[in-house]
């Protein structure tokens, strides 16, 4: 059973960092990507940023570039997503998902949430307070 584990939300002020983690089990894809997803209050789910687990390629949308890093630790199955310069607006719970028919980042992140990834974590909270 493919299971993915998000972990590390909390409360932090403005301008300050927090690092998820997201550990997956239950799978042996040859080719897939990482997408890191969030879903603020009365909103949508959206695509932030991405990895691909060949060769480490990553995609950010504009709203966390310069302040997000994605990276991945492949000997742990464990992507992570290092947020710094946190802003009110960043206040969501945060998911990791992947596809195994999609290891294209940009896809994933700016389409992810539309076409629905496979498989999903159950998202951890991140709450910016001023």
């Known amino acids: 059973e493919v299971q993915l584990v998000e972990s590390g939300g909390g409360l932090v002020q403005a301008g300050g960092s927090l690092r998820l983690s997201c550990v997956g089990s239950g799978f042996t894809f040859d080719d897939y990507a990482i997408g890191w997803f969030r879903q603020a209050p009365g909103k949508g789910r959206e695509g932030t940023s991405c990895?691909?687990?060949?060769?480490?390629?990553?995609y950010y949308t504009e709203s966390v570039k310069g302040r997000f890093t994605v990276s991945m630790d492949n000997a742990k199955n464990t992507v992570y997503l290092q947020m710094n310069n946190l802003k009110l607006e960043d206040t969501a719970v945060y998911y990791c998902?992947?596809?195994?028919?999609?290891?294209?980042?940009?896809?994933?992140?700016?389409?992810?949430?539309?076409?629905?990834?496979?498989?999903w974590g159950k998202g951890t909270l991140v709450n910016v307070s001023s």
């Open positions: 990895i691909r687990r060949r060769d480490g390629d990553t």
């Open positions: 998902a992947l596809d195994p028919g999609h290891s294209d980042c940009r896809l994933v992140t700016n389409e992810g949430a539309k076409y629905g990834m496979s498989y």
